[in-house]
């Protein structure tokens, strides 16, 4: 599908005050949604699941990255325990202002993100919110039937109700070095009885949407939606990474993603519900290099950079949430803001940000989105550090480059060493990196992190011994 069949499937784009898409209001009437909107001058926009009815609010809060008590999360503060207040008051002004979706896993925040999120929701009617949850049976051990029946139950209790929304397979498609991917599907879903349990626990009404999250191999991908076109397994909803930079481009960012274009299109010819994560591609597409951000001040001076992204994700047809993992108030604010009401990307900003993600898949960036999957590292390696701080430098301009001979390149050189040395301590940096390959196999994105965290290190190193 090219990008003008992609923007049929947006809906009418035309002139700035044409409309070209509706959603529904807070009480479940059909709204049109005009191009000349004020961001945040008006109601959160919704999307109807047509496999529930569900008016699901277009803005999903991701709670993979909670705040803690000692400031910022447990990227920050590995052992600080959740800020529960902090927790309650963003899920009261998420809720005060029409988001409905709670996105939430067993793996979060060191196992305890589905505590704060359930006692957060819990102090609110049940009625007025869904709770989406995984299945996150990664480890061996949750593998069996018991064990994985286990964690559900789990889930219910720490999230503290009888039914889930929207339940999810968590990260269909990936593989260990002993299991391909295949394999590692079967070991966790198939082999165990568990898929077949949670449809019974859907007739039972414990789960109410049954669907999944894919990361990887795009022939499991493939298989599941065919298992679909067959009866074999009816999807309700299935989860995946869109931005403007994946929509082309993520197979070239990495070669195990697939493209986004493709992963929508063969959701929405099914006239399946897509969940969208990543929209922001883990903060990249909010601290873009300094002659990008220029070029979008000089369309739009007052609109952050980060709300294009949610305006791209949130504007295709089928597109029922978009998920942000707020951390701060600010940023929920701001995204609240986005979404009440969405102003669609027209044609033309279609094309615009097209360009723009041809100029930044050029930089050479690591594309982690800072999920922390591959953590804790057995040899105490900060890893999403390692590479924040190395692709901040590449998109903001302030790697070493020109002459050696030039002052510019010196002092550039001594900024980044010490910013290094400085966000990073000296234990937990590149240099530390054995390649046991033990944080490769649970990365969503695939990278080849011993390679990665080898090719920084030397970097680093050659820029020492000038």
Not at 24 to 42: F, H, L, M, R, W
Not at 265 to 283: Q, S
């Given at each position: 599908m090219d990008r003008r069949e992609f923007l049929k499937h947006m809906g009418s784009a035309a002139v700035a005050t044409s409309v070209v898409l509706s959603a529904?209001?807070?009480?479940?009437?059909?709204?049109?949604?005009?191009?000349?909107?004020?961001?945040?001058?008006?109601e959160m926009t919704y999307r109807t699941n047509p496999n529930s009815g569900d008016k699901v609010s277009l803005l999903?809060?991701?709670?993979?990255?909670?705040p803690v008590e000692e400031?910022?999360?447990?990227?920050?503060?590995?052992?600080?325990?959740?800020?529960?207040?902090?927790?309650?008051?963003?899920i009261d002004y998420a809720l005060e202002h029409g988001m409905n979706y709670f996105d939430t896993s067993p793996a979060y925040c060191?196992?305890?993100?589905?505590?704060?999120?359930?006692?957060?929701?819990a102090r609110h009617p049940r009625d007025t919110y869904y709770i989406a949850t995984k299945l996150s049976n990664f480890s061996p051990s949750t593998w069996s039937t018991e064990a994985s029946k286990t964690m559900f139950e789990n889930s219910l209790k720490e999230l503290q109700t009888d039914h889930i929304d929207y339940l999810l397979l968590h990260s269909i498609g990936g593989e260990t070095k002993e299991?391909?991917?295949?394999?590692?599907?079967?070991?966790?879903?198939?082999?165990?009885?568990?898929?077949?349990?949670?449809?019974?626990?859907?007739?039972?009404?414990?789960?109410?949407?049954?669907?999944?999250?894919y990361h990887g191999d795009v022939n499991i991908f493939d298989m599941l939606l065919q298992w679909h076109d067959e009866g074999k397994y009816h999807w309700d909803f299935v989860q995946i990474e869109l931005n403007y930079l994946d929509w082309n481009y993520a197979d070239e960012?990495?070669?195990?993603?697939?493209?986004?274009?493709?992963?929508?299109?063969?959701?929405?010819?099914?006239?399946?519900?897509?969940?969208?994560?990543?929209?922001?591609?883990?903060?990249?597409?909010?601290?873009?290099?300094?002659?990008?951000?220029?070029?979008?001040?000089?369309?739009?001076?007052?609109?952050?950079?980060?709300?294009?992204?949610?305006?791209?994700?949130?504007?295709?047809?089928?597109?029922l949430t978009v998920l942000s993992g707020m951390t701060?108030?600010?940023?929920?604010?701001?995204?609240?803001?986005?979404?009440?009401?969405?102003?669609?990307?027209?044609?033309?900003?279609?094309?615009?940000?097209?360009?723009?993600?041809?100029?930044?898949?050029?930089?050479?960036?690591?594309?982690?989105?800072?999920?922390?999957?591959?953590?804790?590292?057995?040899?105490g390696l900060n890893i999403p550090a390692i590479f924040s701080y190395y692709n901040k430098s590449v998109t903001d301009g302030s790697m070493p480059t020109g002459s050696h001979d030039a002052k510019a390149y010196w002092e550039a050189r001594k900024r980044f060493l010490i910013g290094y040395d400085r966000t990073i301590p000296a234990l937990?940096?590149?240099?530390?990196?054995?390649?046991?390959?033990?944080?490769k196999e649970h990365c969503p994105q695939n990278i080849d992190i011993p390679a990665e965290l080898h090719r920084i290190d030397d970097y680093v190193e050659q820029l020492k011994q000038l």
């Open positions: 529904c209001d807070s009480n479940g009437n059909e709204t049109p949604i005009a191009k000349n909107v004020i961001d945040g001058q008006g999903g809060y991701g709670m993979m990255r909670l400031g910022g999360t447990l990227r920050d503060h590995p052992d600080s325990p959740i800020d529960q207040e902090l927790v309650n008051q963003e060191k196992g305890m993100s589905e505590r704060a999120t359930g006692i957060a929701l299991l391909n991917s295949h394999e590692l599907f079967n070991a966790r879903f198939i082999d165990n009885g568990i898929l077949d349990w949670l449809v019974d626990q859907k007739a039972a009404g414990r789960i109410r949407n049954l669907g999944f999250s960012l990495n070669d195990r993603n697939t493209d986004a274009r493709y992963l929508y299109d063969e959701l929405h010819r099914r006239g399946i519900p897509a969940v969208i994560m990543e929209p922001l591609l883990g903060g990249r597409l909010a601290s873009l290099p300094d002659h990008i951000v220029k070029q979008m001040q000089e369309r739009e001076p007052e609109t952050p950079v980060a709300r294009w992204a949610f305006r791209f994700a949130g504007t295709p047809e089928g597109i701060y108030m600010e940023h929920l604010v701001q995204n609240v803001a986005t979404y009440s009401p969405l102003r669609p990307i027209s044609e033309e900003e279609d094309a615009f940000l097209m360009k723009i993600a041809e100029e930044i898949v050029e930089l050479p960036t690591v594309p982690c989105t800072a999920c922390n999957y591959c953590m804790p590292c057995p040899y937990r940096q590149a240099s530390h990196c054995i390649g046991c390959s033990q944080c």
